[in-house]
């Protein structure tokens, strides 16, 4: 099994930034993609960012600009560095991964979530 540990969320004030984290522990042998997803109430939820291995960053329009996706592969490790933060990001944010265990079988994970809001 692998689980995903995010942290690093809070209440900002509009234009502030955060720096969320994404941890990956257990049965990890490789991780192929990372990304970040939010939802806020009463929405579905939307990727935000993404990273495959050796791949570009990919990230929703709304994101782009002021978000920076990024991973430190030695320790499986994701962040999402949000800069300029608006009150229409307030959500829960999610991490998710999918790679290989050490078993050799493929696994696709999520964190159980970390909640930004931002105030005007």
């Known amino acids: 099994q692998v689980q995903l540990t995010e942290s690093g969320g809070g209440l900002v004030q509009a234009g502030g930034s955060l720096r969320l984290t994404c941890a990956a522990s257990?049965?990890?042998?490789?991780?192929?993609?990372m990304a970040w997803y939010r939802q806020a109430p009463g929405k579905q939820r939307e990727l935000v960012a993404a990273?495959?291995?050796?791949?570009?960053?990919e990230y929703a329009d709304s994101v782009k600009g002021r978000f920076t996706i990024s991973r430190d592969n030695s320790k499986n490790t994701a962040y999402l560095q949000m800069n300029s933060l608006k009150p229409e990001d307030t959500a829960v944010y999610y991490c998710?991964?999918?790679?290989?265990?050490?078993?050799?079988?493929?696994?696709?994970?999520w964190g159980q979530g970390t909640q930004v809001t931002v105030s005007s």
């Open positions: 990273k495959r291995t050796g791949g570009s960053a």
């Open positions: 257990g049965s990890v042998f490789s991780i192929n993609d």
């Open positions: 998710s991964a999918a790679g290989s265990t050490t078993g050799w079988r493929p696994f696709d994970s």
